[in-house]
Nanobody
Framework: QVQLVESGGGSVQAGGSLRVSCAASGRTFSSRYMAWFRQAPGTDRTFVAGITVSSSSTYYADSVKGRFTLSRDNAKNTVYLQMNSLKPEDTAVYYC??????????????????WGQGTQVTVSS
């Protein structure tokens, strides 16, 4: 099993920046593909960004392109989501997800077997 622990959430005003991190432990082979999803109250969990083990490919939701940057440090088994120019609509619980392979589309929740507990990001106007 792999354990995912998110950190770095918090509150910020619109236009500000935050960085959230996700550290993987345990069977880190199971975290070859990693992604961030987010879920606002009363909505479905949606894809934010994803990255392959070699960082050769990164994927972003249209709503965050140009504002968010996903990176990973394989030596630390950690991925980082740098969020700039934050907007109130970015407010959500952000979840880290991982799998050893992609069982489907990279932006589907069902493609990931392992999930963190989530970290709250709140952007005020």
């Amino acid at each position: 099993q792999v354990q995912l622990v998110e950190s770095g959430g918090g509150s910020v005003q619109a236009g500000g920046s935050l960085r959230v991190s996700c550290a993987a432990s345990g069977r880190t082979f199971s975290s070859r593909y990693m992604a961030w999803f987010r879920q606002a109250p009363g909505t479905d969990r949606t894809f934010v960004a994803g990255i392959t083990v070699s960082s050769s490919s990164t994927y972003y939701a249209d709503s965050v392109k140009g504002r968010f940057t996903l990176s990973r440090d394989n030596a630390k088994n950690t991925v980082y989501l740098q969020m700039n120019s934050l907007k109130p609509e970015d407010t959500a619980v952000y979840y880290c997800a991982a799998n050893s392979y992609l069982s489907g589309r990279y932006d589907y929740t069902t493609s990931y077997a392992h999930w963190g507990q989530g970290t709250q990001v709140t952007v005020s106007s």
